[in-house]
């Protein structure tokens, strides 16, 4: 609770020829709900324990798919999430800048990012998605529609690894609102349980994002 607490302090303050350019992008997933919409989706979610029987195994969620052409999520995603993007018939990028929304970290080498799924695909598992059929985990896994895929840099994602909002959120202070928003939205629209702590945690976190936007 004493690291809730600080948090909380900081919340109130080419291969082939290359392809043109990409339009500059907003560095953003798709906007989540707000926190007063967030607040209402995480009353209306169940409260379980998290149950690993049977166990997780990352290859029950198939991913990259192809999104488009030759793009498949991850490509589409660094795209997005990039500026001045350029691509090689492969759609790899081949150029650009980056800046990973979690910890302000900058690139201009699209292999340094990871994609992050912002609520871990162990988490969904452990939340209910093991119930799920396959195809509807490889749709969690690639959805680009809800604010779940986002492009970070690799030493934020492997800091984050599986952990849910009780043990890990961005270091980046202008992100976490932001964050706190796609994960309740996502376990949402998935209908996927939260634990007791962790649904203590957003509660408290939304409540700060709450007092953001009206102030803002």
Request: charged share 20%; aromatic share 8%.
């Amino acid at each position: 609770m004493i690291v809730l607490v600080i948090l909380f302090s900081v919340v109130a303050f080419a291969l082939a020829s290359p392809i043109a350019p990409e339009a500059r992008a907003s560095h953003e997933l798709p906007t989540p709900v707000s926190a007063a919409t967030a607040m209402t989706y995480l009353a209306s979610l169940t409260v379980g324990v998290d149950d690993n029987v049977p166990a997780y195994n990352r290859s029950r969620f198939k991913h990259w798919h192809i999104v488009s052409g030759t793009c498949d999520t991850r490509k589409t995603v660094l795209k997005r999430d990039g500026t001045d993007v350029v691509v090689d018939a492969a759609c790899k990028p081949t150029s650009g800048n980056w800046v990973s929304p979690y910890d302000d970290v900058t690139t201009t080498v699209a292999s340094q990012f990871d994609i992050d799924h912002i609520v871990p695909l162990k988490e969904a598992w452990v939340s209910g998605a093991r119930l799920w059929t396959d195809a509807k985990r490889e749709a969690f896994a690639n959805d680009l529609t809800l604010p779940q895929l986002v492009a970070v840099s690799a030493r934020s994602n492997r800091s984050k690894g599986d952990k849910d909002p009780a043990l890990w959120v961005p270091p980046s202070a202008s992100y976490l609102c932001t964050y706190i928003r796609a994960w309740v939205e996502i376990k949402y629209k998935y209908h996927l349980a939260v634990d007791a702590t962790e649904k203590t945690v957003l509660t408290d976190y939304l409540a700060a994002c709450s007092v953001e936007e009206v102030d803002s």
